[in-house]
Every structure is written in structure tokens, then in C-alpha cells.
């Protein structure tokens, strides 16, 4: 199938099968006592055809998105309006 690669022009790729993953949340603590969750969700992996790092491997392409969740402490949230 085609797709863009990272410079937007279009290249042959083949859809590769996720067959496991962990998805696993990061948490990070920031100095005002927020607590943020953040999970990135692949939904699709291309391998390019005939494109290669410099180091020899397959370049990879995904489609994902980020999951960010917030635990914020009472006395820097406001009233809801």
C-alpha cells in the first residue's frame, strides 16, 4: 500500500500486525502536585519498502495517539462554571 513517509511524499509500505502489546501508563508528578497519566495508543505499524536507517534497520511508520489524564489538587482547580 502507499503512504507518506516522514518528509510527506508517498512510498510504498506494508501494514504490519501489532501481535502484543503492553500498554503500560506513564506517570509524571509535576512540582505543583499535578499528577499526569499519559498512555500512547498504536493503532497502525508500516514498514517502508526499501528504505533503511543508517545503521541498516527497517524504517517503521505509526499511526497513534495520546491519552492524557490529569489529577490536579482542589486548590489549583476553579468553580465550574
Known sequence: MQIRDP???PT??????????????????LEDGTKLRIKLIVS???RLKDKYTPD???VYITRSQNVVTADVPDGLKRESQ
Open 7 to 9: 518528509e510527506g511524499n
Open 12 to 29: 510504498e509500505a506494508d501494514r504490519i500486525a501489532i501481535k502484543h502489546a503492553d500498554d503500560p501508563w506513564l506517570i509524571y508528578e
Open 44 to 46: 497502525s505499524v508500516f
Open 56 to 58: 541498516g534497520d527497517p
